[in-house]
């Protein structure tokens, strides 16, 4: 059964704790990518990989950093340098750049 | 200016009601184009590319006007189950030669009512 998945579903984190978030696909997918959704508001893109050993910042890196040593996976530390890390997290990937993109089911992290 | 810009809405309407959604584009060199859904509290899906013909699937119809730069879903029949935010993408079309990914519209908020 071919998708993206993220885990774990809600996560809660004292204030000052680096803390990893999940993402792994089976699609074959060469792009990933991070968005962080804040109540009501939009995507806002944090961190993108095109292949393998490559990925680019997007909008709102800062206090973010990730990997993609794998294909399949494309982990998201949020760093205790993020000044307001309690969000929902979405990851997702796609055959290339201008593809449509296919979403994970998303983490909610809280920030104590 | 923002890249692509939606109308938040909400849009309320009743059950059975035509509604339709207006998108805009700054960027001229974008190729391509969906919509999205995303229901409360949940990732977005997506609910259709749009082709420059055109494109309708089922109570759904997009289309794209490249000259005016903006695209469209219309939804006829309106269920309950239509609830949802719709979300406009555009890829932000190339940069020193290499594609751009995708842009997300802060969506339109549609309530169909009972």
């Known amino acids: 059964d071919g998708g993206i998945t993220q885990s774990p579903k809600y996560l809660f984190r004292k204030e000052g704790q680096n803390v990893t978030l999940s993402c792994e696909q089976n699609?074959?997918?060469?792009?990933m990518y991070w968005y962080r959704q804040d109540p009501g508001q939009g995507l806002r893109l944090i961190y993108y990989?095109?292949?393998?050993?490559?990925?680019q910042k997007g909008d709102i890196a800062e206090g973010y950093s990730v990997s993609r040593e794998k294909k399949e996976s494309f982990p998201l530390t949020v760093t205790s340098a993020q000044k307001n890390p309690t969000a929902f997290y979405l990851c997702?990937?796609?055959?290339?750049?201008?593809?449509?993109?296919?979403f994970g089911p998303g983490t909610r992290l809280t920030v104590l | 200016r923002k890249e692509v810009e939606q109308d938040p809405g909400p849009f309320n309407v009743p059950e059975g009601a035509t509604v339709a959604f207006n998108c805009t584009y700054s960027?001229?060199?974008?190729?391509?184009f969906f919509w999205y859904r995303q229901d409360c509290r949940k990732e977005p899906k997506l609910l259709m590319s749009?082709?420059?013909s055109g494109n309708e699937d089922g109570r759904f119809t997009a289309q794209l006007n490249r000259a005016s730069q903006y695209i469209s879903l219309l939804i006829r029949d309106s269920k309950l189950s239509d609830s949802a935010t719709y979300l406009c993408?555009?890829?932000?079309?190339?940069?020193?030669?290499?594609?751009?990914?995708?842009?997300f519209g802060s969506g339109t908020q549609l309530t169909v009512l009972p």
């Open positions: 997702a990937s796609s055959i290339g750049l201008i593809n449509e993109q296919f």
């Open positions: 990989s095109q292949i393998v050993n490559d990925f």
């Open positions: 749009v082709y420059s």
């Open positions: 960027n001229s060199a974008s190729q391509s």
């Open positions: 699609l074959n997918h060469d792009a």
């Open positions: 993408v555009v890829n932000e079309g190339f940069s020193s030669g290499s594609a751009r990914q995708l842009t």
